[in-house]
């Protein structure tokens, strides 16, 4: 599936701009939003100022966080592609996509493969939790840690809601924008800027769902996100419509926002926390069944007319 235009402007300074826009837009000015909603809803400066980075403790925590969160990821993802496609680039969401909408089986099968690769992505974040560095790196590995458990503890603060309320705006911020906002970036721009430049789909793929994992700051997740940003990558490469990866990252962080909701509810006895530890057998099926799926779409994807096609 042809995912670039020769229309479009060079790959190596465009990434340079897409990545620099990203830091700007995502690290200073979603920075800054994330202050002044918190504010907005309550905390005061000295309050901010006082709380050593913890913002768990300021007046109506939650919502100022969520909220923030939420302008944040909306001004550093949406907006730097919105930044780089329709002003500098001057082109529209629509070229974004190669083919028209997918039918419905093919997001069906894209929920089935999610599903699947559950097992999977389980077992390989097994693997990157048991990490270990050798002696002289044991500063950095007590950093990275460190960063982990703060991450740790900041997730677990968005999640533990009991209201429905806090639930829908829980996955609107953490599944829609996110969903959004992250493929426009890493598979909308990135991967097809590195796809021009090399021509590689698999290359442009693969360092993209890297670039992706790397962004979250989160090296005891990097493996799974990966493996994530890879079937993401894979699902735009055979269908040619951004909004299916899209789709599928929606779905992802939504699912995995509603199990944590109907367990803190009651409804659903297991977490996440304790769905790692998974036997060999279900890690077995699970890349059994994804790979099959994938196949099955990626035949599916390929029996199907492109606009191309239907225009000839």
Same mark, same amino acid.
């Given at each position: 599936?042809?995912?670039?235009? &020769?229309?479009? @402007?060079?790959?190596? &300074?465009?990434?340079? /701009?897409? /990545?620099?826009?990203?830091?700007?837009?995502?690290?200073?000015?979603?920075?800054?939003?994330?202050?002044?909603?918190?504010?907005?809803?309550?905390?005061?400066?000295?309050?901010?100022?006082?709380?050593?980075?913890?913002?768990?403790?300021?007046?109506?925590?939650?919502?100022?966080?969520?909220?923030?969160?939420?302008?944040?990821?909306?001004?550093?993802?949406?907006?730097? +592609?919105?930044?780089?496609?329709?002003?500098?680039?001057?082109?529209?969401?629509?070229?974004?996509?190669?083919?028209?909408?997918?039918?419905?089986?093919?997001?069906?099968?894209?929920?089935?493969?999610? /599903?699947?690769?559950?097992?999977?992505?389980?077992?390989?974040?097994?693997?990157?939790?048991?990490? &270990?560095?050798?002696? &002289?790196?044991?500063?950095?590995? +007590?950093?990275?840690?460190?960063?982990?458990?703060?991450?740790?503890?900041?997730?677990?603060?968005?999640?533990?809601?009991?209201?429905?309320?806090?639930?829908?705006?829980?996955?609107?911020?953490?599944?829609?924008?996110?969903?959004?906002?992250?493929?426009?970036?890493?598979?909308g721009l990135i991967m097809r800027k590195i796809l021009l430049g090399t021509g590689n789909p698999h290359?442009? /793929?693969?360092?993209?769902?890297?670039? !992706?994992?790397?962004?979250?700051?989160?090296?005891?997740?990097?493996?799974?996100?990966?493996?994530?940003?890879?079937?993401?990558?894979? !699902?735009?490469l055979w269908t040619g419509n951004i909004r299916v990866p899209i789709f599928a990252h929606i779905f992802? @962080?939504?699912?995995?926002?509603?199990?944590?909701?109907?367990?803190?509810?009651?409804?659903?006895?297991?977490?996440?926390?304790?769905?790692?530890?998974?036997?060999?057998?279900?890690?077995?099926?699970?890349?059994?069944?994804?790979?099959?799926?994938?196949?099955?779409?990626?035949?599916?994807?390929?029996?199907?007319?492109?606009?191309?096609?239907?225009?000839?």
């Amino acid at each position: 599936m042809k995912l670039t235009d &020769s229309r479009e @402007n060079p790959a190596a &300074s465009s990434l340079l /701009i897409i /990545i620099g826009l990203f830091l700007i837009g995502f690290l200073f000015i979603g920075s800054i939003v994330q202050v002044v909603t918190i504010m907005a809803v309550g905390a005061s400066l000295s309050d901010i100022l006082g709380s050593n980075g913890d913002f768990s403790k300021l007046p109506n925590a939650w919502l100022g966080m969520i909220l923030g969160q939420g302008f944040g990821s909306f001004f550093g993802f949406v907006g730097t +592609a919105w930044l780089y496609w329709k002003i500098i680039e001057k082109k529209s969401w629509q070229d974004l996509n190669f083919d028209r909408i997918p039918a419905l089986a093919v997001f069906g099968t894209v929920v089935l493969i999610e /599903i699947a690769f559950m097992g999977f992505n389980g077992w390989l974040q097994e693997l990157n939790q048991a990490v &270990s560095f050798p002696e &002289s790196l044991k500063g950095l590995e +007590a950093l990275l840690k460190g960063m982990e458990d703060k991450l740790a503890e900041t997730t677990k603060f968005f999640t533990n809601f009991t209201s429905f309320w806090q639930f829908l705006l829980a996955f609107f911020v953490i599944a829609v924008i996110a969903g959004i906002g992250e493929e426009l970036i890493f598979r909308g721009l990135i991967m097809r800027k590195i796809l021009l430049g090399t021509g590689n789909p698999h290359i442009a /793929i693969w360092v993209s769902a890297f670039i !992706f994992a790397v962004i979250h700051f989160q090296f005891y997740g990097i493996l799974p996100r990966m493996m994530l940003g890879v079937l993401f990558g894979y !699902f735009y490469l055979w269908t040619g419509n951004i909004r299916v990866p899209i789709f599928a990252h929606i779905f992802n @962080n939504g699912l995995a926002v509603t199990i944590m909701y109907l367990h803190n509810i009651g409804i659903v006895k297991t977490d996440l926390e304790s769905m790692d530890d998974v036997p060999m057998s279900i890690v077995a099926f699970s890349l059994i069944a994804t790979i099959g799926l994938m196949f099955l779409l990626k035949n599916y994807t390929n029996s199907q007319p492109t606009m191309v096609d239907s225009q000839q």
